[in-house]
Structures are given as structure tokens and as C-alpha cells.
């Protein structure tokens, strides 16, 4: 049995990988569809990520029993052009069809320089940075953004009006490494603040409005009353706004209020809409040159003089990457609540961790 300590479980990726392979197998999704899937949300959790790691999974396959999602549906191309198309994904399991969606767009970038893939009849896909690194891993840029049912404000309001709408980029670099940020528009996940109200753990006050848009950290009516604020006011805003159009407004997705949230209990789908972009930056200059841009350009961004009492400069997404060398080389500490999500997932399936040599606390 892999280790564990006091309130956290150290497991290897390959493990972890092969539990959620099989529970998806299990609940009746397509070998492909399970390893990509997979792929996707235990990455996220080397990264650090976990609000939006495995702990997602048990949520899904409860949407595919419930028949929000469809474990035997594929996706398709319902229109197309040569540097664009826009993918219906017939409810399928959304990380696998956000996988070969950003595929798609990279493949559309190949040969027109820049592609534009959006997605409409989807659900929740996990983190968006995900999607933009699987472009920079492939020597391109990366931009993935989905929207999502109405939880946040928007200045001059009190009530819903937008979701929190993730947005992510991410780019490829020489000698130093890829840069990335993966970022909600709201000035918090609201995964991290179900996190908080799952593990009685206090939030501050700036993340979320009470019914008067007054600001509050009693998370106890949230959703049902409380209601998020963006990030850094009308920028987030304004960026939330964007993240609608591309993915809801050009796709033919559900549009604002008309997405339902993936994680109540509802009889209908969620529909919410993704969009992936790629450049292929060799295309618009030589990749070398590109990538020793990059190097200059990071390398004089953490030469920069440091504040009082800081020891280092951090690129976007240094500390993630940093923190996934670690997971992989000694395993991932799974916190609390990824941890009992898994263990439920288990119950839910009727799959043993132990199989997989994998210690959930159990």
C-alpha cells in the first residue's frame, strides 16, 4: 500500500489513473473516453489543483446515472471551415471531448496558422489550463475558456447574473519553462468555496455577496442566495462577458441563465459551451526564435529586484509545474475532501482502491 500520513494520502499518479480508468469503464464510458478523462484530472492533481482534480469525477459519473450525461455519446462536427468548427458534444463525457476539441483546434491551426474550435451541449471539463497546456506541449498557444451556470454578479447588481467563467493560456518556451494561467473570472472558484463549506473551513470576506449584494463570508446560503463577485471588479466582469461570447453566444450553448449547474440535482442538462484556441507560433516566426524570445522575456521578469522579505519571482504556473515534479517523483497528497469524494466514488461503482493498490483512507 502506497503511504499515508496524518489526514492525507500520498498516491502515485499511475494508480490513481488506473482507479478512475476503471470506474469510468465501469459506469460504461469507452476506454478512450475513461484514459483521456483520466488523463485530465489526475494531471490536475499533480498540479495542485485539486478543487478541479479527480474529486470532480465522482460528480460526472453521477450526472451520467442521472442521464445529464451519456456515457456511449461522441462527440461531432456540426459546421466547420478551414480554421474554425464548432462541435456538438451530444452530452458526452466532457474532458474527453475538450481533449480532441483542442486537438481539433490544433490540428486546424497546422495548416491556417491559428485555430478556433467551439463546443456547444457540454458540461463541467474540468480545469481549463489543462486544454491551453496540451496546446503549448505541442510548440502553440493555448487558450481554453468554458461558461457556466449564473452564481456570480457583476457590478451594479445584487443578484446572478453570470457564472464564474474560467479562462486559461498557456505558452511554450526554450530552455525555461512553458508559462500558463488558469484563472475563474470570479474572484474565487466556486469549487473552492463548496471545498470550504464541506470541511467547515472560514473564507474571506470578498468572495461572495449575501441577497442585499452587501459583502459577507457566510457561505451557509450559498448557492441558494449567496452569490459570488468577480475578480478585481469590472475586469472581471468585463472578461466573464468575453469568456460568454466564445464559448455560449457563437457556439449555440446555453446563453447565461439558460445553463443549468452540473452539480444539483436536476433532471435537465447543463449545456454549457467551451472554446479552444491554438496558434501555431512556428507558422508566424521561426519556433526557435520564438521560444528564445520566451527565455528573455521570463528570465527578465524573475531577475526583476525583489521586494522586502520575498525570496523569488514566480512565472504563472511555476509553482503548479514545480508542484507536479513533486507529485510525481514521491506521489500526490490528496487533502480531505478529494479523499472522501474517491472513497464515495468507490461505493458508488462498487470498485475496491485496494485493487489498484491505493490507499484512500478507508
Known amino acids: 500500500m502506497e503511504q499515508k500520513h496524518a ?17 469510468m469503464q465501469k459506469s460504461g464510458l469507452s476506454d478512450e473516453d475513461a484514459r483521456l478523462t483520466a488523463e485530465v484530472l489526475v494531471t490536475t492533481d499533480t498540479l495542485g489543483t485539486f478543487t478541479h482534480g479527480t474529486r470532480q469525477l465522482r460528480g460526472l459519473l453521477k450526472n451520467v446515472r442521472d442521464g445529464r450525461l451519456s456515457a456511449t455519446a461522441h462527440e461531432e462536427i456540426a459546421a466547420e471551415g ?31 496558422g491559428i485555430g478556433y474550435v467551439g463546443v456547444r451541449h457540454s458540461s463541467h471539463y474540468g480545469a481549463a489550463g ?18 457556466v451556470d449564473p452564481c456570480m454578479t457583476v457590478p451594479g447588481s445584487k443578484g446572478r447574473v453570470l457564472g464564474t467563467n474560467p479562462i486559461a493560456y498557456a505558452a511554450p518556451a526554450g530552455a525555461e519553462r512553458s508559462v500558463y ?26 468572495w461572495l455577496v449575501d441577497e442585499d449584494g452587501l459583502p459577507t463570508s457566510d457561505y451557509s446560503d450559498f448557492p441558494e442566495k449567496a452569490v459570488q463577485l468577480p475578480m478585481a471588479g469590472h475586469k472581471g466582469y ?10 455560449a453566444v457563437l457556439t449555440g450553448a ?23 484556441i491554438a496558434i501555431d507560433v512556428g507558422q508566424i516566426m521561426p519556433l526557435g526564435e520564438f521560444k528564445g524570445r520566451m527565455d528573455g522575456m521570463i528570465r527578465e521578469i524573475k531577475s526583476a529586484p525583489l521586494a522586502k522579505g520575498a525570496d523569488r519571482i514566480y512565472l504563472p504556473g511555476e509553482i503548479e509545474l ?41
Open 322 to 362: 514545480e508542484r507536479r515534479d513533486s507529485a510525481l517523483a514521491q506521489g500526490i497528497d490528496l487533502p480531505p475532501d478529494v479523499l472522501a469524494s474517491l472513497r464515495g466514488l468507490a461505493e458508488d461503482v462498487g470498485i475496491d482502491p485496494a485493487q489498484f493498490n491505493l490507499d484512500l483512507g478507508i
Open 238 to 247: 468585463g472578461l466573464a462577458v468575453m469568456v460568454e461570447i466564445l464559448t
Open 7 to 23: 489526514n492525507i494520502a500520498a498516491v502515485t499518479a499511475a494508480n490513481l489513473t488506473a482507479f478512475c480508468i476503471a470506474t
Open 254 to 276: 446555453a446563453v447565461m441563465s439558460e445553463v443549468n449547474s452540473w452539480v444539483i440535482d436536476s433532471p435537465e442538462p447543463t449545456n454549457e459551451g467551451h472554446a479552444f
Open 130 to 147: 489543462f486544454y491551453a497546456n496540451l496546446a503549448a506541449r505541442n510548440d502553440m498557444f493555448g487558450l481554453s475558456m468554458c461558461n
Open 181 to 206: 494561467l488558469d484563472i475563474a473570472t470570479s474572484a474565487v472558484a466556486a469549487t473552492k468555496i463548496y471545498a470550504a463549506k464541506s470541511l467547515g473551513t472560514p473564507i474571506p470576506d470578498n
Open 82 to 112: 478551414p480554421a474554425w468548427a464548432i462541435v456538438d458534444a451530444h452530452y458526452a463525457m466532457p474532458p474527453a471531448v475538450s481533449y480532441r476539441s483542442m486537438e481539433l483546434a490544433m490540428q486546424k491551426a497546422r495548416a491556417c
